[in-house]
């Protein structure tokens, strides 16, 4: 971290880029899938929509972790942008709630997976999706889906992190 602090950036303002993030990841995948697997996957019911938004939350959660470790910035960070996202696309409390739960529990599971080491990571990811996603234990037969949710995540965590470090480069967050 060594910018030029006379600039500063707010850990609101990081939070507001990326909501950004979020939107076009999301809006990306849900249009890639639809497109290219649509007679695999048929309409998107409210059930699966959350699986997909789980992928881009969970990837830009781990990049600012990634980025910032464990310091007040990022709890205020990730605690907005879960707020944000959360209340932009659930207007329930209930639903807020369930999908919190939900997306907890895949944050878990997806992080189980994570390690330098993990060749597969990729299809991992996509694997956990995809039991999620079709409600049954993935047997390989949407390797094409397991592949664009994978390769996904990781696209979404390594821009996000390349766009955290950035900023922190160049600015003093406050």
């Not at 997306?103 to 999706?129: H, M, T």
Request: hydrophobic share 40%; glycine share 10%.
């Amino acid at each position: 971290m060594g910018g030029d602090f006379s600039k500063k950036v707010t850990t609101d303002k990081i939070t507001e880029l990326l909501d950004g993030f979020f939107d076009a990841g999301y809006g990306s995948l849900v249009v890639g899938l639809k497109d290219s697997f649509k007679d695999e996957i048929g309409k998107i019911e409210e059930a699966e929509d959350r699986e997909l938004m789980i992928i881009p939350m969970f990837a830009i959660i781990r990049a600012v972790m990634a980025s910032f470790g464990d310091t007040p910035q990022v709890q205020n960070i990730i605690g907005k942008f879960q707020h944000d996202i959360f209340g932009k696309y659930f207007k329930e409390k209930e639903r807020i709630e369930q999908f919190g739960e939900i997306f907890w529990q895949r944050c878990d599971e997806y992080s189980k997976v994570l390690n330098p080491e993990n060749k597969d990571l990729a299809i991992q990811i996509g694997q956990i999706f995809c039991t999620h996603f079709f409600n049954k234990e993935e047997d390989g037969n949407h390797l094409g889906i397991m592949m664009v949710i994978g390769g996904s995540f990781l696209s979404t965590t390594i821009e996000a992190k390349k766009f955290l470090d950035e900023i922190s480069s160049k600015y003093e967050i406050v």
